[in-house]
């Protein structure tokens, strides 16, 4: 359907698990129309073929397993680590990873399933570039080092590494770690495998 946007559904009766995971996602593919969902009755009055995307709890996921398996390129399991039996042979997603990673995560996934759908290209922007060093901090942030870490493999100061970083921030626009891990990998700083 030309023009409408794609949709994914996050599937869990874990109601701040779902608007979490939808706020995410929202920042992460903002071309996407995310829709929460409780219950598998939702989902299924929503039109749940529309969905080019599937994010299901392992408890909704068992109870229906019959039709995210027929969809199993399409579902992502929303699992804890180690990943129980019933998700073999679908795409995981440990739940209680870190911000940084689930982006990481969630990134290869859909750049894996991209080439089945359109993806607008991103917009022009207007920021002021990153200099050299900077894109050097940038890189070992998103490889989820601490400010002292980069430092010592830098070779430069702690507060060297702290106005690089407040620098970064104001720059790319991020609030948060998770934003400049998106924007890295966004801007081809590093790719969604670091």
């Avoid at 071309?31 to 080019?52: H, K, Q, W």
């Avoid at 027929?70 to 804890?80: D, E, F, H």
Wanted: proline share 5%; aromatic share 6%; with cysteine.
């Amino acid at each position: 359907m030309m023009g409408q946007r794609p949709a994914i559904a996050v599937l869990t009766p874990n109601v701040l698990t779902g608007l979490g995971l939808r706020a995410l996602l929202a920042k992460i593919i903002p071309a996407a129309e995310v829709e929460l969902f409780t219950d598998f009755d939702a989902l299924s009055a929503a039109g749940p073929e529309r969905f080019y995307h599937y994010f299901v709890s392992v408890d909704l996921f068992g109870l229906h397993a019959e039709f995210f398996r027929a969809r199993r390129q399409r579902t992502i399991l929303l699992a804890s680590s180690p990943a129980p039996a019933l998700a073999a042979g679908m795409h995981t997603l440990d739940i209680r990873t870190s911000e940084e990673r689930l982006v990481h995560d969630i990134l290869r996934m859909h750049r894996s399933a991209r080439h089945d759908h359109t993806a607008a290209p991103p917009a022009a922007d207007d920021r002021p570039p990153l200099t050299d060093r900077e894109a050097e901090v940038l890189r070992w942030i998103a490889r989820g080092c601490i400010n002292k870490q980069i430092a010592e493999r830098l070779r430069i100061g702690l507060t060297t590494v702290i106005t690089h970083r407040r620098n970064i921030m104001e720059k790319t626009g991020a609030s948060s770690v998770a934003e400049l891990v998106l924007y890295a990998v966004r801007s081809g700083y590093v790719d969604d495998e670091a």
